[in-house]
């Protein structure tokens, strides 16, 4: 059975940095992806980052240059590094994981059959 346990979520300063870790357990997959979605309340989930078991990373573009996808696979646990938070980046944030081979469009939540349970992000002005 695959877990997705995320932590690191609390609350920052506008500027600041936040790192969210996803521990996967039960998902040892060769070929799939892995990912970081949020959702604000009264809004749609979004993708954010996602990891394709090969290293290849997308980004959203309202935070390239700002949040950084990594993962261990030693350990196999999901990095989100967010720096340069802004207001506009609150929200519970998720990891998923999809067991399945590339796609055109990897930021669609509709992919991933695999979600943990949350972390929250505020960010204060």
């Known amino acids: 059975q695959v877990q997705l346990v995320e932590s690191g979520g609390g609350s920052v300063q506008a500027g600041g940095s936040l790192r969210l870790s996803c521990a996967a357990s039960?998902?040892?997959?060769?070929?799939?992806?892995m990912g970081w979605f949020r959702q604000a309340p009264g809004k749609e989930r979004e993708g954010v980052a996602t990891r394709y078991s090969d290293g290849t990373t997308t980004y959203a573009d309202s935070v390239k240059g700002r949040f950084t996808i990594s993962k261990d696979n030693a350990e196999n646990i999901l990095y989100l590094q967010m720096n340069s938070l802004k207001p506009e980046d609150p929200a519970t944030y998720y990891c998923?994981?999809?067991?399945?081979?590339?796609?055109?469009?990897?930021?669609?939540?509709?992919?991933?059959?695999?979600w943990g349970q949350g972390t929250q992000v505020t960010v204060s002005s």
């Open positions: 039960g998902y040892e997959r060769s070929n799939g992806y």
């Open positions: 998923a994981a999809a067991t399945r081979s590339k796609v055109f469009y990897p930021l669609h939540p509709a992919i991933y059959n695999y």
